[in-house]
């Protein structure tokens, strides 16, 4: 489990990024942090990965502090960054190199990924597209198999199907000791992949709510004509009515629509904050 205790992180005398932020993560589940850039997603990862020290508060994974960054804690935390190193080696190489400092590292599911990926393992990392390199690192960090797995932005640069294949390979490699962690806002990429919706907007969390809660909250329609539904939370015109958010008063059944909650918060976090209060 990972545990933040009233995290304060700024940068320089100005800029606050989180002030007393609490937060927990469990194993066996894939959370998604939403948020636009310049949010503070990809710096609450790094304040989770020892890469940022706050100015006060905790994370500790575990026993173990994020910011004493022991070999211990980092063998058991990959973390693949938005901005991707590429050496000029062939993944094969990489994984035999990088491998070593991941103890359950498993090169067989390394080249297995890689497969399915549909990576040129004659290339060097460094020849390749962007797409590809990411694909290769998404890969290598499944095959590390640590207990912790942050992706910021891990999308970014990957095709329609490559993203197809991220959602697939992702989903069969959660496993009861493990957890995963996703920043994006590219929202629909991870619709039908994460356990747990967190939105974050101006350094602070407006959302923090499992799949499981929201649906049964919430509920996701459709309006057909020009009449606003004055039972909504938040409603958007389409061409032909209106997609509405209401509170699901009769246990009904919907598909939860992440991009649209997501502009909902935004809109107005306070009532939805008090509706699962």
């Known amino acids: 489990m990972i545990e933040i205790n009233n995290l304060h992180y700024q940068y320089g005398s100005k800029r606050k990024i989180f002030t007393g932020l609490n937060l927990s993560f469990e194993t066996g589940k894939i959370y998604g942090i939403l948020g636009h850039n310049g949010a503070g997603k990809s710096t609450l990862l790094k304040c989770i990965c020892g890469l940022l020290i706050p100015g006060t508060g905790s994370i500790r994974i575990g026993h173990q502090s994020a910011a004493d960054r022991l070999p211990d804690f980092l063998a058991e935390l990959f973390f693949l960054p938005e901005e991707i190193s590429s050496p000029a080696v062939r993944p094969e190489q990489y994984g035999k190199i990088y491998g070593v400092f991941y103890p359950k590292y498993d090169h067989q599911l390394f080249k297995s990924l890689c497969q399915e990926f549909e990576i040129p393992m004659e290339h060097k990392l460094d020849e390749m597209s962007y797409g590809q390199k990411k694909k290769t690192l998404i890969a290598f960090g499944i095959a590390c198999k640590t207990k912790v797995i942050i992706l910021d932005e891990p999308t970014n640069g990957l095709d329609i199907p490559s993203k197809s294949q991220f959602r697939k390979i992702l989903a069969k490699s959660t496993t009861p000791e493990n957890m995963i962690l996703?920043?994006?806002?590219?929202?629909?990429?991870?619709?039908?992949?994460?356990?747990?919706?967190?939105?974050?907007?101006?350094?602070?969390?407006?959302?923090?709510?499992?799949?499981?809660?929201?649906?049964?909250?919430?509920?996701?329609?459709?309006?057909?004509?020009?009449?606003?539904?004055?039972?909504?939370?938040?409603?958007?015109?389409?061409?032909?009515?209106?997609?509405?958010?209401e509170i699901n008063t009769g246990s009904k059944e919907s598909k939860i629509d992440l991009e649209f909650l997501y502009k909902a918060v935004i809109h107005d976090p306070n009532t939805l904050k008090k509706l699962f209060n």
Do not use: C, P, W
């Open 182 to 245: 996703i920043s994006t806002h590219q929202i629909k990429d991870i619709e039908n992949l994460i356990d747990h919706v967190m939105i974050v907007n101006e350094g602070g969390l407006l959302f923090n709510q499992s799949y499981a809660a929201i649906t049964q909250a919430l509920y996701f329609t459709e309006r057909t004509g020009d009449h606003l539904t004055d039972s909504a939370l938040y409603e958007e015109e389409k061409i032909h009515g209106h997609s509405v958010l």
